[in-house]
């Protein structure tokens, strides 16, 4: 797995919603955004570490 895979799918579910900072499913899904775009070696580091614990063998990027 890719980390960009993950964040690309949550950037596309904050952009699905209007930007309302009143709205906490769209405050959350922009601040782990930003976070993890801004901690992204962290993240990389954590998606292979999962990626090695079976965590996305089900998911298929086909």
Same mark, same amino acid.
């Given at each position: 797995? $890719? +980390?960009? *895979?993950?964040?690309?799918?949550?950037?596309?579910?904050?952009?699905?919603?209007?930007?309302? +900072?009143?709205? *906490?499913?769209?405050?959350?899904?922009?601040?782990? #955004?930003? #976070? *993890?775009?801004?901690?992204?070696?962290?993240?990389?580091?954590?998606?292979?570490?999962?990626?090695? $614990?079976?965590?996305?063998?089900? #998911?298929?990027?086909?």
């Amino acid at each position: 797995m $890719k +980390p960009e *895979i993950l964040l690309a799918e949550l950037n596309r579910l904050r952009k699905d919603l209007d930007e309302d +900072p009143t709205d *906490i499913e769209w405050l959350a899904l922009h601040h782990a #955004f930003c #976070f *993890i775009s801004y901690k992204l070696a962290d993240f990389q580091r954590y998606v292979d570490d999962q990626t090695h $614990k079976g965590a996305f063998e089900q #998911f298929d990027a086909t």
